[in-house]
């Protein structure tokens, strides 16, 4: 069983910056990738990041592309969200997941408003 923290989310205002933390309970390095998904009230749940650890490759929603940066750190267990130039658009649950041994694992959200 792995679990996963965020924190780090919180209210920022349009424009602002925030970092988004995942502690995992297991090695990252046993993972195919780990990505951050978010669910905006009213609306499905979607990929925002995500990145394949033995292909050492970056995916982006198109909505955040320029403006967050996904990283990890292999040593700390512990996936990453950079976000800056904040938008209210961003606004939403957001949450990490990984892929080990073929069984997906989430943590439980953290919560991402920006003010307009």
């Known amino acids: 069983q792995v679990q996963l923290v965020e924190s780090g989310g919180g209210l920022v205002d349009t424009g602002g910056s925030l970092r988004l933390s995942c502690k995992a309970s297991s090695s990252i390095l046993h993972t195919t990738s780990m990505g951050w998904y978010r669910r905006a009230p009213g609306k499905e749940r979607e990929m925002v990041a995500k990145?394949?650890?033995?292909?050492?490759?970056?995916y982006y929603a198109d909505s955040v592309q320029g403006r967050f940066t996904i990283s990890k750190d292999n040593a700390n267990n512990t996936l990453y969200l950079q976000m800056t130039s904040l938008k209210p658009e961003d606004t939403a649950v957001y949450y990490c997941?990984?892929?080990?041994?073929?069984?997906?694992?989430w943590g439980q959200g953290t919560q991402v408003t920006v003010s307009s």
């Open positions: 997941a990984g892929l080990w041994y073929g069984r997906d694992y």
């Open positions: 990145t394949l650890i033995g292909g050492r490759r970056n």
